[in-house]
Nanobody
């Protein structure tokens, strides 16, 4: 089992920035990719960003490209999501996910991730 704990959410004004963190613990050996998803009230969970743990490749949803950056700290088994120029429609619960299926890619679908954090609320006020 892999445990994921997100932090860093909160209230921010339009155009502001936040950095989310996700720390992994447990049987982390064999984690190949990690991702960030978000779910707004009444909407489906959607892909935000992902990173391959081995080669560092990243991928982003079109809506966040150029504004969000995902990174990792191998030593701390932590991933980050730097979010800039935030918009009100990005208010959501942000979830961290970890996948144990071997891949050199950057999974974008929720079913490709076996482990999920509890989520952290991000509220962008206008």
């Amino acid at each position: 089992q892999v445990q994921l704990v997100e932090s860093g959410g909160g209230l921010v004004q339009v155009g502001g920035s936040l950095t989310l963190s996700c720390a992994a613990a447990g049987r982390t050996f064999g984690t190949y990719a990690m991702g960030w998803f978000r779910q707004a009230p009444g909407k489906e969970r959607e892909f935000v960003a992902s990173i391959n743990w081995s080669n560092g490749r990243t991928d982003y949803a079109d809506s966040v490209k150029g504004r969000f950056t995902m990174s990792k700290d191998n030593a701390k088994l932590t991933v980050f999501l730097q979010m800039n120029s935030l918009k009100p429609e990005e208010t959501a619960v942000y979830y961290c996910a970890a996948g144990s299926t071997p891949t050199w890619g950057t999974p974008k679908w929720a079913y490709e991730y076996e482990y999920w954090g509890q989520g952290t609320q991000v509220t962008v006020s206008s």
